[in-house]
């Protein structure tokens, strides 16, 4: 009924832009079918429940922006470390004389009013929660832990699709 999408230690690739379309799906309606009572929801897979996201000093590049993103579609709180802050896309621009390589930047992501985010600083959580040494070696995960708990608040009434409707009786007539 929640959900805890886990970005910690996410190293990068170009898989944000697709979570953060499927994330932003929003039930615009629900689908019934004549051999079932449950419905699926339309577009498919929209998820209607709380979401939070959690990031820590190891997410970086495509990891940096992942919760950038999700905190700008309004699509839940972040909640660990600061992130990393490294975003400049960069390429092997061929091989030096002495077989090393130079790699150069060649991207950079700016936001709609035209200045470049993240890079150099990272992304705040809005609840900063330390994985402690201590804990991690008890077993536990505090950051995983304060999530789940922030989600809990926002369940105080289960998120639940309206159920199938009466269906409708027509006649030949």
Same mark, same amino acid.
């Given at each position: 009924?929640?959900?805890?999408?886990?970005?910690?230690?996410?190293?990068?690739?170009?898989?944000?832009?697709?979570?953060?379309?499927?994330?932003?799906?929003?039930?615009?309606?629900?689908?019934?079918?004549?051999?079932?009572?449950?419905?699926?929801?339309?577009?498919?897979?929209?998820?209607?429940?709380?979401?939070? $996201?959690?990031? %820590?000093?190891? &997410? $970086? &590049?495509?990891? *940096?922006?992942?919760?950038?993103?999700?905190?700008? $579609?309004?699509?839940?709180?972040?909640?660990?470390?600061?992130?990393?802050?490294? +975003?400049?896309?960069?390429?092997?621009?061929?091989?030096?004389?002495? @077989?090393?390589? +130079?790699?150069?930047?060649?991207?950079?992501?700016? %936001?709609?009013?035209?200045?470049?985010?993240?890079?150099?600083? @990272? +992304? *705040?959580?809005?609840?900063?929660?330390?994985?402690?040494?201590?804990?991690?070696?008890?077993?536990?995960?505090?950051?995983?832990?304060?999530?789940?708990?922030?989600?809990?608040?926002?369940?105080? &009434?289960? +998120?639940?699709?309206?159920?199938?409707?009466?269906?409708?009786?027509?006649?030949?007539?």
């Amino acid at each position: 009924e929640g959900l805890v999408v886990d970005d910690r230690a996410n190293g990068g690739g170009n898989v944000s832009r697709m979570l953060i379309e499927r994330l932003r799906r929003k039930v615009m309606g629900i689908n019934y079918n004549s051999f079932s009572e449950d419905g699926n929801t339309y577009p498919d897979a929209a998820f209607a429940g709380p979401m939070i $996201a959690l990031l %820590n000093e190891n &997410s $970086a &590049s495509d990891g *940096d922006i992942f919760p950038y993103m999700f905190r700008e $579609a309004g699509l839940g709180q972040l909640v660990g470390k600061r992130s990393w802050g490294g +975003v400049v896309g960069i390429s092997n621009r061929g091989t030096l004389i002495d @077989g090393g390589i +130079v790699n150069v930047p060649q991207s950079a992501l700016a %936001n709609p009013k035209g200045e470049y985010i993240i890079e150099g600083y @990272g +992304v *705040d959580p809005d609840i900063e929660v330390e994985n402690d040494p201590k804990s991690v070696i008890a077993g536990r995960d505090p950051q995983l832990e304060r999530a789940v708990a922030e989600i809990m608040k926002k369940l105080t &009434s289960p +998120v639940k699709l309206p159920g199938r409707p009466k269906d409708p009786i027509k006649t030949g007539n």
